[in-house]
């Protein structure tokens, strides 16, 4: 009887360690992407409704010309659906690195590449 207690306590001591080892998923607080995003000359705008809009100022783009989107933030993994002109949607997925009250780091879910924004409103 002893033996099969020791054997179970040994058990119960394994998991609970190899538990306590497994990674954090990483968590972000949405409310700091509220406002407006830059890198280079691309701008991403996030609104608390949950809604947005992306613009490329290289292109003559402007915010009123903006191409709207929604968007989620679920622990760390951001998805922006884009509304194109002629009803279509367009899904993009990204993995967030950073997210403070003046940076945005994420990574492309699909190419792997990493995009860093300053926040600029």
């Known amino acids: 009887m002893k033996r099969i ?24 607080d ?20 949950h809604t947005g809009a992306t613009w490329d100022t290289s292109d003559d783009i402007t ?12 622990e760390a993994e951001l998805t922006q659906i884009h509304i194109m002109e002629m009803g279509g949607k367009v899904p993009k997925v990204y993995i967030v690195t950073e997210l403070t009250p003046t940076t945005l780091k994420y990574r492309d879910d699909l190419t792997g590449k990493l995009e860093v924004f300053t926040k600029v409103e």
Do not use: H, I, N
């Open 63 to 74: 915010e009123e010309e903006a191409q709207p989107f929604k968007w989620t933030l679920v």
């Open 5 to 28: 207690f020791k054997s179970l306590l040994v058990l119960v001591t394994v998991a609970l360690t190899m538990v306590a080892c497994m990674p954090e998923e990483d968590m972000f």
């Open 30 to 49: 949405e409310t700091l992407l509220f406002g407006k995003w830059k890198t280079g000359t691309v701008y991403y705008r996030y609104d608390e409704d």
